[in-house]
C-alpha cells in the first residue's frame, strides 16, 4: 500500500506570488484583444461618421412609424444613421476558424486527459489507502 | 497559516450555516440573471435583427432549461460549497474542478462589473434628466459593489433576503411595464408591423445572436453555489432552481415584446438601458420613475448574487489549495467566506472602471458557457460512475441523456456566435484557461491534498 501524498506548506509570499499572477493573466486576457479591436473600431466609425451627411429617414429606409420612434428617442436622420449604417461583418476566414475549433477541442481534450490522471490518485488514495 | 488556524484549532472546522429555502434560491438565481433582462439582451437585436433576438431568446431558453435539470440533480446530490466546482471535482478530477472555479470566478465577477457600470449609467441618465450633465458614474460603481460586499461580509441570510425583495419589484415592474401597453391591440401602443423588419442579416445572423442570447439567463445555475447553506438540498435547488428558469422565460417574452414593438431594431440594439428606454418612449414620468428605480434594483440584485457566488467558488478554490490556502477561510462570527469576498471587491471595481461593458460581458459569457460545456460531460460521467439506486439523489432529473446531449449541441453553436464578431475575445480568454491550466499542473497541484478532493460518503466510482 503506497503512502498517501503529503504536500508541502506554502508561506505567504508564495500565496502572494500565486495570486498576483492569476490577476495579472486575467487583466491581460480582458485587455489583450482590446488593443487589436480599438483602432479597427475606431476606424470603422469615423468612416460611418463620414457616411452620415445629408441623408434624409427615407435614403436611411426608415418608415414614418420608424421616424416617429426616432425623433422621440432624441435622433435626426444623420445621428441615426449611425447607428443604422453599423454593420456586424459575418465573413468567415476558414483558418481562424479552424484555429478557433483546434484550441477549444484541445483545451477541453488536455483538461479531460489530466484531470482522469489525477482523479485516479484521488480515488487510490481515498479508498486504497484508509 | 491564518486561515488554517481558524478553521482547525477548535475541535470542529467553522461551518456555513443552513438558513436558505426555496424563496431564497430562486432570488438568488432569479437575482443574478434578472438584471439581463433590463439590458445587455438587446445586443441580440443588434447581431442579428429582433426576430434573431427572439428565436435566441427561445434557443438559449432550451438550452438553460438543460442547465438547470442537470443542476438540480446534480447539485442536489453533491451538496456543498462550491456548486459546479464541487461536482467537478469529485466527478471529472483537479484540474477540471480549478477551471470551473475559475470559470464561476471570472463569470460572476465580470458580471458584478458589468452591473455596477450599469448602475452608474443609469445614476448619470437620471443626473441628465434632472438637468445635472456629466455626472462621474465612478463614485455609484465603488458605493454599489461596496455596500453589497459589506452585506455579504455580514451574513447570507440577510444578503439573499434583500435580493428575494428587491428581485420581486424589479420583476414585477416588468409585468406593469407589460400590461401599461395595451398589450392585446397592436397599433395603439405597441407598433411591431411597422417596426419589425426581416432579418438583416439572414440566418447567419440569427447564429451570431446565440452568444448575447445567453444574457437573458446568464447565472441562473448560480443557485449550486448555496447548496450548503439550504436547509434541504434535494428541495430546494430543484424548485427554485425550476421556477427561476419559468420566471426568467416569461420575463424574456415579455421584454422582447415590449422593447420591439416601440423601438427601431437598430437603436435597440446598442441602447445601454433598453428598459427605461421604453419607458421613456411611453411618455409617462411615473413609468419612467418606476423603471429608473427598477433597473437600479435589477442591477443591484445581480451584483449582489454575484459576489455571493464569485467569493463562494474562491473561498472553495482556497480552501481546497487550488488557490491560496489564505482565502479558504470562513468569519468565525458571521459565518461567511469574508477574505474572499473583500479580495473580489477592488477586482470588481477595477473592471467596471473600464467602462468596456461589451468586452466584460463577452467575458462573463464565454466563462458560463465553458461552464456549460463541462456539465455535458460531467453528468454523462456521473450516471455512468455511479448509475441510479448506487447512491441516494435528492433529484433525478428525466430523459436522460438528451438534455447533455441538447446542451453540448447548443453550446458549440454558441462558441461558434462568438467567434462571429467577438473572434478575438474568445481565442484571448481560452489563451487565459489554457496558461492557468498549464500553472495549475506545474505549480499548484503539489499544494493539493489528494484524498482530501473526494468527501461525499458515496462507494467507489465505476471504472476507478
Known sequence: MKKN????????????????????????????????????????????VA???????????????????????????????????????????????????????????????????????????????? | MA?????????????MLKVLNPFHIWALGVGIVLVGEFMGWNFTVGKGGAYASLIA???????????????????????????????????????????????????????????????????????????????????????????????????????????????????????????????LSQGVVLQHQALLTDLPYGWIGVVASLQFGMWYYLGIEGTCQAAEEVRSAGRSIPLGTMGGMMTLLVAATITWFVATGLMPWQYLGQAVTPMYDAATLLGSSQLQLMLFVATAFAAIASANGCINDASRAWFSLGRDRYMPVFFGAIHPKYRTPYRSVLFLVPIAISFAFTGLLDQVITFSIL?????????????????????????????????????????????????????????????????????????FVLRRYKYVKRADQFTMPWPRPKGY
Not at chain 1, 499572477?21 to 466609425?45: G, H, Q, W
Not at chain 2, 484549532?9 to 467553522?14: E, N, R, T, V
Not at chain 2, 466563462?367 to 439523489?393: A, D, E, Q, V
Open chain 2, 367 to 439: 466563462s458560463g458557457l465553458l461552464g456549460y460545456t463541462f456539465m455535458t460531460f460531467n453528468m454523462i460521467k456521473f450516471r455512468k460512475m455511479w448509475p441510479l439506486g448506487t447512491i441516494h439523489r435528492g433529484y433525478i432529473h428525466p430523459f436522460h441523456p438528451i438534455p447533455a446531449i441538447t446542451l453540448l449541441t447548443l453550446c458549440c453553436a454558441t462558441y461558434f456566435a462568438t467567434f462571429l464578431g467577438y473572434g478575438a475575445s474568445l481565442l484571448s480568454i481560452m489563451a487565459f484557461y489554457i496558461l492557468a491550466s498549464i500553472w
Open chain 2, 57 to 183: 431568446c427561445w434557443v438559449i431558453g432550451l438550452l438553460y432549461t438543460c442547465v438547470a435539470m442537470i443542476d438540480s440533480e446534480v447539485t442536489s446530490t453533491v451538496a456543498a460549497a462550491g456548486g459546479q466546482y464541487t461536482q467537478a471535482k469529485h466527478i471529472i478530477g483537479p484540474l477540471m474542478a480549478f477551471n470551473v472555479g475559475l470559470y464561476l470566478v471570472m463569470a460572476y465577477t465580470m458580471l458584478c462589473a458589468a452591473d455596477a457600470l450599469v448602475v452608474g449609467d443609469l445614476m448619470k441618465s437620471g443626473a441628465e434628466v434632472m438637468g445635472y450633465t456629466n455626472l462621474d458614474t465612478k463614485p455609484f460603481v465603488v458605493l454599489t459593489v461596496a455596500f453589497l460586499a459589506w452585506l455579504n461580509y455580514r451574513g447570507v441570510f440577510a444578503t439573499l433576503t434583500l435580493n428575494l425583495v428587491i428581485t420581486f419589484l424589479a420583476f414585477a415592474s416588468l409585468i406593469v411595464l407589460f400590461l401599461s401597453v395595451d398589450p
Open chain 2, 3 to 15: 486561515s488554517e488556524k481558524i478553521t482547525s484549532s477548535s475541535s470542529k472546522p467553522i461551518a
Open chain 1, 5 to 48: 501524498y503529503i504536500p508541502p506548506k506554502q508561506g505567504m509570499f508564495g500565496q502572494i506570488f500565486d495570486t498576483i499572477l492569476v490577476l495579472i493573466l486575467v487583466y491581460a486576457s480582458l485587455m489583450v484583444p482590446l488593443l487589436f479591436k480599438a483602432e479597427a473600431k475606431a476606424d470603422a466609425t469615423a468612416a460611418i
Open chain 1, 51 to 130: 457616411a452620415a451627411v445629408n441623408v434624409s429617414w427615407e435614403s436611411l429606409g426608415q418608415n414614418a412609424i420608424q421616424q416617429e420612434q426616432w425623433i422621440k428617442l432624441g435622433y435626426d436622420p444623420e445621428k441615426a444613421a449611425v447607428l443604422i449604417n453599423s454593420r456586424f461583418d459575418y465573413s468567415i476566414d476558414p483558418m481562424m476558424l479552424i484555429i478557433t475549433i483546434l484550441v477549444v477541442a484541445g483545451y477541453f481534450i488536455f483538461m479531460l486527459k489530466v484531470s482522469d490522471k489525477e482523479y485516479r490518485e484521488v480515488i487510490r488514495e481515498k479508498f486504497d489507502n484508509k
